[in-house]
């Protein structure tokens, strides 16, 4: 017979001690925190999930999988006060926001063009 296993106590964001305490964060994602400088749960309010994701990937030199950013999304919403949700319960606002970004940064090269092209003339 299998022993029961105990239940694992409801972490909250006054009681993560380690990374590998918060929601959807394990061993790998951890490591991949400490790598960029986050070493504490409490390290993660008010940091830009975004500019985490593209830290890792400057520093790795490696474009990882996007669902990285969405749980770097989940884990800063947690320590924000958000409830503890599953990664992918993110993945539409990471998708949403990396489409916004996409049409400012065209809008922007356009309108460079047009005033460089102007300044030619």
Do not use: Q
Not at 22 to 51: F, K, M, T
Not at 93 to 113: F, I, P
């Amino acid at each position: 017979m299998r022993a029961a296993r105990r239940a694992r106590p409801a972490v909250t964001r006054e009681t993560a001690a380690r990374l590998e305490d918060l929601p959807n964060v394990g061993p790998s994602i951890a490591g991949d925190l400490r790598g960029i400088g986050v070493s504490h749960p409490g390290e993660l309010a008010g940091r830009d999930p975004y500019a985490l994701f593209d830290a890792l990937c400057a520093a790795t030199g490696v474009r990882h999988d996007p669902c990285v950013l969405d749980v770097f999304l989940s884990a800063v919403r947690f320590m924000e006060g958000a409830p503890a949700r599953p990664w992918w319960h993110y993945t539409a606002e990471r998708k949403r926001t990396l489409a916004e970004r996409t049409l400012a940064e065209r809008a922007l090269a356009e309108r460079a063009l047009a005033v460089g092209g102007r300044d030619r003339a």
